[in-house]
């Protein structure tokens, strides 16, 4: 059960650091859009991120639970192994969730 935790909050925590890195890259690519044109960009990756964020961690978890369970694993060499592959597949979902937001701002920019 602390393998779990422990593997939820570092993939978590990671997540968010690595999610608010891109947030600033956000910020960058919104530069010169009027703030009610960026806005729906910045909310949409918000939005997306954070259940980016939640998902890896949960998932995170439920890999940790297989490989103990039935790859016969530690909790140790579990959460090693889930920890990486979760920040990595987030880091790349939460990149594409800074490009949704980017279409987004450019869609209300042009048509609303």
């Not at 890259?25 to 954070?50: H, K, M, P, S, V």
């Not at 978890?61 to 694993?73: G, I, P």
């Amino acid at each position: 059960m602390a393998t779990k935790l422990l593997t939820f909050f570092i993939t978590f925590a990671s997540s968010i650091v690595i999610g608010t890195g891109l947030f600033f890259f956000l910020l960058l690519a919104l530069n010169g859009y009027n703030g009610a044109d960026g806005e729906w960009g910045i909310y949409t990756y918000i939005g997306l991120a954070f259940v980016v964020t939640v998902v890896c961690s949960l998932l995170s978890v439920l890999l940790v639970n297989y490989l103990v369970k039935r790859k016969q694993k530690t909790g140790i060499i579990a959460g090693l192994i889930a920890t990486p592959i979760f920040v990595i597949l987030g880091a790349a979902l939460n990149f594409v969730a800074v490009v949704i937001g980017i279409i987004v701002a450019e869609v209300v920019r042009t048509n609303f």
